[in-house]
């Protein structure tokens, strides 16, 4: 689930933002239960936390261009 949250965060650019931040709850805690309970799915868990990071990261450079956009381009 944490995974293709995080992938969906790169990708959708108006709700990428949320889709990430979700992405990285449900990656803390799958990590935290698969240590708990000794299962395999780590690295799925890991790549999950990651993705949701960089989409997290890609979509605040964006939400700071358009804001910067706007304001360099206001008249007035």
Do not use: D, H, W, Y
């Not at 969906?8 to 990590?31: E, H, N, W």
């Amino acid at each position: 689930m944490s995974l293709t949250l995080g992938i969906l965060s790169i990708l959708v650019p108006l709700i990428g933002l949320v889709l990430g931040v979700l992405g990285l709850v449900f990656s803390r805690s799958a990590t935290k239960e698969i240590v708990k309970t000794n299962e395999n799915g780590k690295g799925l868990a890991t790549a999950g936390l990651i993705c949701s990071v960089v989409g997290i990261v890609i979509q605040l450079f964006g939400v700071l261009g358009l804001i910067a956009f706007n304001s360099l381009t206001t008249v007035g």
